[in-house]
């Protein structure tokens, strides 16, 4: 196994760095050797997603000096890390996405898209931001279960939240599956929760579409994987990286 690796963290939307603490002690206790860099990616007003993808990859070479990360993104911080893996893929040993959507394939997909998070962000800056972020966890997509991850309301900018709604909706990012059919390096681990049935789906495409890329599905989880049945999660992303990291 090689010296220290860092494993760079991606959270979702209206999440906050310190959502990964309870996975990075996990992942501590079982690999001394990574370091857990749970990204803030609120530390910058980035103009668009070609911007903090730049400023990304900045940040990971300074810090690693060309040595290879692990990548792990959860939700929109799985696109962001898709894109990543797809853009720069020499700066990952491995990358696990969860629950994350590859892009939009049409013109009228990206517009309603587009249309539904703009309608978020303009709420954000208007509303009241507890009352938007019950709204937020009764959506559909988290399968009528509670947020078991760590939220601390003091820690969300109301004008930061909406301009993410904007920057990095899934309608400015282009349909990454053609970009994932061809590539060869990285390994890409993409999870999903089996009450997940949209994001289960797309995740066996992908594996099955795409050379190297392997799906796997907790059970008694729905779209918060690592947070509802975080110890499945942590013993099927520490065989990932065991794999990764000593072959």
């Not at 939009?104 to 517009?111: G, H």
């Not at 959506?139 to 004008?159: H, M, Q, T």
Request: glycine share 8%.
């Amino acid at each position: 196994m090689p010296g220290m690796v860092r494993m760079w963290c991606l959270n979702g939307s209206l999440q906050t760095p310190a959502v990964w603490e309870s996975i990075s002690k996990s992942i501590g206790s079982k690999f001394g050797s990574i370091k857990i860099e749970a990204v803030n990616l609120y530390e910058k007003s980035y103009e668009s997603f070609e911007h903090w993808r730049g400023e990304f990859y900045k940040k990971v070479e300074q810090q690693t000096k060309g040595e290879p990360s692990l990548l792990l993104g959860y939700s929109m911080g799985g696109r962001l890390a898709m894109n990543a893996c797809v853009y720069r893929p020499s700066l990952w040993s491995g990358v696990i996405a969860v629950g994350a959507d590859p892009g939009l394939t049409s013109k009228s997909e990206r517009d309603e898209q587009l249309e539904k998070d703009l309608k978020w962000a303009r709420r954000f800056r208007t509303e009241n931001i507890q009352k938007l972020l019950v709204e937020w966890d009764e959506l559909p997509v988290f399968c009528g279960r509670p947020n078991y991850a760590i939220r601390e309301i003091s820690e969300l900018d109301s004008e930061k939240i909406s301009r993410f709604f904007d920057v990095f909706s899934k309608a400015r990012q282009g349909n990454m599956l053609p970009m994932l059919r061809k590539l060869k390096t990285p390994p890409l681990l993409y999870i999903s929760g089996c009450d997940d049935i949209k994001y289960t789906k797309i995740g066996q495409g992908l594996a099955s579409d795409c050379l190297q890329i392997q799906n796997k599905v907790i059970p008694n989880a729905g779209h918060r994987v690592p947070w509802e049945n975080q110890d499945a999660f942590i013993s099927e992303i520490s065989e990932f990286i065991d794999a990764v990291l000593n072959k």
